[in-house]
């Protein structure tokens, strides 16, 4: 039986100076996730990193576009067209500002919620209907984060030694659920990811 192909995306903006800021959350899950698996996103095609790993029984493109946030689904939609991935195979994972810091959620569909990245996919790929894995960042003005930080540069800014340790302390969930998505669906998937408040 052939495998599936699931394209595995994480959202970001390139270069040094973005490297650890909130909003590159979705380039660091998946530079570990491929890390882990002993590769690296080293392929360049359509502006974006990638690198296709067979895994959990199924084809993954795990890819980083490289076109800043608000351009990011012109390579999601390039990799999706050229190798056939259907929409429910698709799972972006990203920043969050609505959702306290470590939180985590899958979900189907919906709208951007203000974030550009999503909002650039659904434009390009046509469609809302792919799956978003969102990491909670927090909001300033909510939970201690000081009310006078504009958002933009609060999720410009690097993450603390505090939330880094958080979301490195989340990668084994995030692990568990992008592996139960390939092998088991999207509500197995749910049941592991959406438990981590």
């Known amino acids: 039986m052939a495998e599936e192909t699931y394209l595995i995306v994480g959202l970001g903006n390139p270069g040094r100076d973005?490297?650890?800021t909130r909003h590159n959350v979705g380039f660091q899950v998946v530079d570990t996730m491929v890390r882990n698996e002993g590769e690296y996103l080293e392929l360049n095609k359509w502006d974006a990193l990638y690198c296709r790993i067979s895994l959990w029984g199924g084809r993954l493109f795990f890819v980083k576009p490289q076109s800043f946030m608000n351009l990011s689904g012109r390579s999601v939609a390039r990799f999706a067209d050229f190798f056939k991935?259907?929409?429910?195979?698709i799972l972006v994972i990203h920043d969050d500002i609505d959702m306290n810091p470590g939180r985590l959620k899958l979900v189907a569909g919906g709208?951007?919620?203000g974030h550009n990245g999503i909002r650039s996919i659904i434009q390009c790929l046509g469609t809302k209907d792919f799956f978003r894995l969102k990491y909670g960042v927090g909001?300033?003005?909510r939970n201690g984060v000081?009310?006078?930080i504009p958002v933009d540069r609060y999720v410009l800014a690097s993450l603390s030694s505090d939330e880094q340790?958080?979301?490195?302390?989340r990668m084994?969930?995030?692990s568990s659920g992008v592996e139960a998505f390939v092998k088991a669906g999207s509500q197995q998937a749910m049941n592991i990811i959406n438990s981590v408040k």
């Open 18 to 20: 973005y490297e650890h």
């Open 85 to 89: 991935v259907s929409r429910d195979r």
């Open 111 to 113: 709208g951007p919620g």
């Open 139 to 141: 909001r300033p003005g």
């Open 146 to 148: 000081h009310a006078d």
């Open 165 to 169: 340790e958080l979301l490195d302390k």
């Open 172 to 174: 084994s969930h995030l």
